[in-house]
């Protein structure tokens, strides 16, 4: 077998979306997400200018041998867009791997170890009331596992936080020019065990909450947060501290029991290796898209598993389906499976995916169909033309630069 076309296809069904599509000259095609929120285009050229090319005429069942190539033959390596670009091809492969042998790729990795995937909902509110109405939805949804933000008052904008319509939440991202948010560390930090009292107030103990602090504190900060949220008995708290500085975490871990979930814009192994092997952290992050599809997350999952740490993989919207029904594959099989975030996509999504995985209730199956059992409308797509956005950027109230 031998690729004969790698195609890059960019579109924006409510969101931006990078999507490779490989062919072999039997006929069979494979999809792979190489989507970079607000960096898309960097993607698109890395794939388009530098990895298609080399994809052409070589056999698409040798996947091990393609990722090395393609990480051990660029000398300027790792880093988002080029791991993200390499997702692509990877997951793009084991697509048709899966469609080749007519089988869904979670038997090729071993088979269900579950009969399905636990997912964990959003919830978020403008203050703890709207949170409270959110939860029951999700509750009456089947969701048993759900991240609860509220906004912090005083401040104008808190992450995670939309004020739209319920099952609308998508980071804000407008325009090229990033918005500006404030930020105040002592507001949060004295508000936060305030939404998760009035939730397990009315909910108990039932219900797994978890919880996002996207990179916002200092480590003994992050300790403090961390103590403070003890009794409320969180699945986890995410993101404390900026995982650039990993030793971090020894100190956050000295002052408290809760949870740590960390590794969403991990791109590899080595990122993630230390918090591991440390036992620093509970759950890692990292995603088929971000951290070199199928073939590299197994193998930080499988060291994670020597470590008990679980996996939670990074599932927000600007993930394309494409990424969500990959990662449903390998939350499947591997042995060590903590949760699987689930954001949902935009409204309209399914114009130009069609996905055969399904939802009831928290949980979610990949489905039988062969491969990763997503495909995409190549003309819908041609309907929704890319649509320049940016992550927000946060300052402190004085201006400082801050983490977002
Ligand atoms: C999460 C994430 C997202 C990111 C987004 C950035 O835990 O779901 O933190 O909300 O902010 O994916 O592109
Ligand atoms: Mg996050």
Not at 62 to 79: H, K, P, T, V
Not at 176 to 197: C, K, N, S, V
Not at 273 to 284: F, Q, S
Not at 316 to 322: F, I, N, Q, T, Y
Request: glycine letters at 10%; hydrophobic letters at 40%; aromatic letters at 10%.
């Amino acid at each position: 077998m031998k690729i004969t076309t790698a195609e890059v296809i960019v579109t924006c069904p409510g969101r931006n979306y990078v999507t490779l599509k490989i062919t072999t000259d039997e006929g069979l095609t494979g999809l792979g997400d190489a989507t970079l929120n607000g960096r898309e285009l960097a993607v698109a050229s890395y794939l388009r200018d530098h990895v298609c090319p080399l994809l052409i005429g070589r056999d698409p069942q040798r996947i091990e041998d393609m990722w090395q190539y393609l990480y051990r033959g660029a000398y300027w390596r790792r880093g988002p867009v080029t791991m993200t670009a390499i997702s692509a091809v990877d997951v793009a492969l084991w697509d048709i791997k899966g469609k080749a042998a007519g089988l869904p790729l979670y038997q090729l990795l071993g088979g269900a170890s579950r009969e399905a995937v636990t997912l964990y909902a959003h919830a978020d509110g403008r203050d703890v009331p709207e949170l409270l109405d959110r939860v029951a939805e999700l509750v009456e949804d089947g969701f048993q596992a759900i991240r609860v933000q509220v906004a912090v008052p005083g401040l104008d904008k808190t992450y995670g936080v939309s004020g739209g319509p319920p099952g609308t939440f998508y980071e804000p991202a407008d325009g090229r020019i990033p918005a500006e948010q404030r930020w105040e560390t002592g507001a949060y930090l004295d508000f936060a065990p305030t939404m998760f009292e009035a939730v397990r107030e009315r909910y108990g103990f039932d219900l797994h909450l978890l919880h996002d602090v996207h990179n916002r504190l200092t480590p003994v900060e992050a300790a403090r947060l961390g103590r403070s949220l003890e009794s409320f008995r969180l699945w986890w708290m995410e993101d404390p501290t900026p995982a650039e500085d990993q030793a971090a975490f020894g100190l956050i871990r000295q002052h408290t029991v809760t949870p740590i979930a960390v590794g969403e814009v991990f791109n590899s192994i080595w990122d993630c290796r230390d918090l591991i092997t440390n036992r620093l952290i509970d759950y890692i992050r990292t995603s088929v898209t971000h951290a070199g599809g199928i073939t590299h997350l197994r193998r930080i999952f499988d060291l994670a598993h020597l470590y008990g740490v679980r996996s939670g993989s990074h599932g927000a919207g600007d993930l394309s389906p494409v990424s969500l029904g990959a990662a449903l594959h390998v939350d499947l099989a591997i042995p060590n499976f903590g949760i699987q975030e689930y954001m949902g996509h935009a409204p309209g999504w399914d114009d130009v995916f069609h996905a055969s995985y399904w939802r009831e209730g928290g949980y979610m199956h990949p489905g039988e169909d062969p491969g990763i059992g997503v495909t995409l409308d190549e003309e819908a797509a041609g309907r929704f033309p890319y649509d320049p956005k940016s992550l927000p950027v946060c300052r402190l109230r004085d201006g400082t630069m801050h983490d977002w």
